[in-house]
């Protein structure tokens, strides 16, 4: 059970934040007692070395690690995004899917490499296309052995640290055929820094250059065409998992405005108190959508009502985010605003919740959709991948 370890933990993100977040440099240190902790085998299945949790206790840590460091907790989610779609696939999916026996080997392989001490990051993005799979313009195409991959990512958090990262390209002979691969770091994966944005300034989410030779096994289910299929079976991993993360980061915000302000002696202030109290509230109702969100997916994932309320998850914790770090931001005053203290970086970092896929306007357009009697993954006014 790593949830006490992740409450330990998140003091000391939070001590060293304010350097990360200033210098716009990976949380190393962070990671490094995530990877002693055994962290990257959290979503991993019992039989290969990790704890086998599922999505709800995902959501319980990443809120916890997110009230320490949102970044750190951004980019952990991105790995826990990779683990926990691969460990998720069941014997019954593999064979519904056909998926074949060398591909299931090479999933197990990534997997136990992860409770071992490895960590993915998931280079999806592309400027121009953002994460819409059925834009990218990254191609692959069947070599000798393998396919070859090449093309430009952008947005990689934690782009130059991981130990793999999983790459969406479209396949040259059939543009419709968008895949997923599992590539190691090193030899043809080349960083930009690009990355100097408003908040989750930490997460180093730079430019990856592509072009790259990897063998047939880091072909994602070993069938290609299935990184649409995927978003769609299991779209808590791509709509929901950072909701956890941006609660955690609005209670962080809470938190550090009851700290200044019962240090500025402000506490008597009725406009202060009340701002206080709706955002306490605000964020524990955010929170449980989260956990109602995690327990429908633990207990029947890919049902109608349990997709209903992974994207009310994420709308939620997005929107709540940032108004509640306006909120607390204004309660707290201007000296709150200065480089360095606390509210001034979590006020950043809220702000990126509502923009990460889906964003709050998308989730509000799928669940509209749905709600008018739709059908919210295909009645969008553009593809929602
Ligand atoms: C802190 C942070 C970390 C990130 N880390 C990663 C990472 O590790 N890996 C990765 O691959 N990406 C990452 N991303 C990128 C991110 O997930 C998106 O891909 C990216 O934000 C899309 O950027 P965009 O500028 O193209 O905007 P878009 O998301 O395309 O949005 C532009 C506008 O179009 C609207 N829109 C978008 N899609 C639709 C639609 N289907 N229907 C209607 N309207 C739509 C939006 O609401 C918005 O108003 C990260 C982003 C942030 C902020």
């Given at each position: 059970?790593?949830?006490?370890?992740?409450?330990?933990?998140?003091?000391?993100?939070?001590?060293?934040?304010?350097?990360?977040?200033?210098?716009?440099?990976?949380?190393?240190?962070?990671?490094?007692?995530?990877?002693?902790?055994?962290f990257?085998?959290?979503?991993?299945p019992?039989?290969?070395?990790?704890?086998?949790?599922?999505?709800?206790?995902?959501?319980?840590i990443?809120?916890?690690?997110?009230?320490?460091?949102?970044?750190?907790?951004?980019?952990?989610?991105?790995?826990?995004?990779?683990?926990?779609?691969?460990?998720?696939?069941?014997?019954?999916?593999?064979?519904?899917?056909?998926?074949?026996?060398?591909?299931?080997?090479?999933?197990?392989?990534?997997?136990r490499?992860?409770?071992?001490?490895?960590?993915?990051?998931?280079?999806?993005?592309?400027?121009?296309?953002?994460?819409?799979?059925?834009?990218?313009?990254?191609?692959?195409?069947p070599?000798?052995?393998?396919?070859?991959?090449?093309?430009?990512?952008?947005?990689?958090?934690?782009?130059?640290?991981?130990d793999?990262?999983?790459?969406?390209a479209?396949?040259?002979?059939?543009?419709?055929?968008?895949?997923?691969?599992?590539?190691?770091?090193?030899?043809?994966?080349?960083?930009?820094?690009?990355?100097?944005?408003?908040?989750?300034r930490?997460?180093g989410?730079?430019?990856?250059?592509?072009?790259v030779?990897?063998?047939?096994?880091?072909?994602?289910?070993?069938l290609?065409?299935?990184?649409?299929?995927a978003?769609?079976?299991a779209?808590?991993?791509?709509?929901?998992?950072?909701?956890?993360?941006?609660?955690?980061?609005?209670?962080?915000?809470?938190?550090?405005?009851?700290?200044h302000?019962?240090?500025?002696?402000l506490?008597?202030?009725?406009?202060?108190?009340?701002?206080?109290?709706?955002?306490?509230?605000?964020?524990?109702?955010?929170?449980?959508?989260?956990?109602?969100?995690?327990?429908?997916?633990?207990?029947?994932?890919?049902?109608a009502?349990?997709?209903?309320?992974?994207?009310?998850?994420?709308?939620?914790?997005?929107?709540?985010?940032?108004?509640v770090?306006?909120?607390?931001?204004?309660?707290?005053?201007?000296?709150?605003?200065?480089?360095?203290h606390?509210?001034?970086?979590?006020?950043?970092?809220?702000?990126?919740?509502?923009l990460?896929?889906?964003?709050?306007?998308?989730?509000?357009?799928?669940?509209?959709?749905?709600?008018?009697?739709?059908?919210?993954?295909t009645?969008?006014?553009?593809?929602?991948?």
């Amino acid at each position: 059970m790593l949830l006490p370890e992740a409450r330990r933990l998140a003091p000391r993100f939070a001590a060293r934040a304010g350097a990360s977040d200033r210098d716009g440099t990976f949380p190393a240190d962070d990671f490094a007692e995530l990877r002693a902790a055994g962290f990257f085998g959290l979503l991993v299945p019992a039989r290969l070395g990790g704890s086998g949790a599922g999505f709800g206790e995902y959501a319980e840590i990443a809120y916890e690690l997110a009230r320490g460091n949102g970044a750190t907790a951004l980019i952990f989610n991105m790995h826990a995004s990779v683990t926990g779609a691969l460990g998720g696939i069941t014997d019954e999916l593999a064979e519904a899917l056909g998926l074949p026996a060398e591909a299931l080997a090479a999933r197990d392989g990534f997997l136990r490499a992860a409770a071992e001490g490895s960590w993915y990051a998931v280079a999806m993005s592309e400027r121009g296309a953002g994460s819409r799979l059925s834009r990218m313009a990254t191609t692959y195409e069947p070599v000798d052995g393998g396919y070859r991959i090449s093309g430009a990512k952008t947005f990689c958090s934690g782009a130059g640290h991981a130990d793999g990262y999983l790459v969406a390209a479209r396949s040259t002979d059939d543009p419709g055929r968008v895949s997923q691969f599992l590539v190691p770091a090193g030899d043809g994966l080349k960083v930009e820094p690009t990355w100097d944005a408003l908040g989750m300034r930490a997460t180093g989410s730079h430019d990856l250059h592509v072009d790259v030779t990897v063998p047939a096994t880091a072909l994602l289910g070993g069938l290609e065409g299935l990184a649409l299929v995927a978003a769609q079976l299991a779209p808590h991993w791509m709509v929901a998992s950072y909701a956890a993360v941006y609660v955690g980061v609005a209670r962080a915000a809470v938190d550090a405005a009851i700290e200044h302000v019962n240090n500025r002696g402000l506490g008597g202030l009725p406009a202060v108190r009340a701002r206080i109290g709706r955002a306490d509230a605000a964020v524990s109702a955010a929170h449980l959508t989260v956990r109602e969100a995690a327990r429908r997916v633990d207990e029947a994932p890919g049902e109608a009502e349990t997709n209903r309320w992974v994207w009310r998850a994420k709308l939620l914790a997005g929107t709540t985010a940032a108004e509640v770090a306006a909120s607390m931001l204004e309660a707290a005053g201007t000296s709150a605003m200065r480089r360095g203290h606390p509210l001034e970086r979590l006020y950043r970092d809220a702000r990126a919740g509502s923009l990460q896929p889906a964003t709050s306007d998308v989730c509000a357009d799928w669940l509209g959709v749905e709600a008018l009697g739709g059908d919210p993954d295909t009645d969008g006014v553009a593809p929602r991948w």
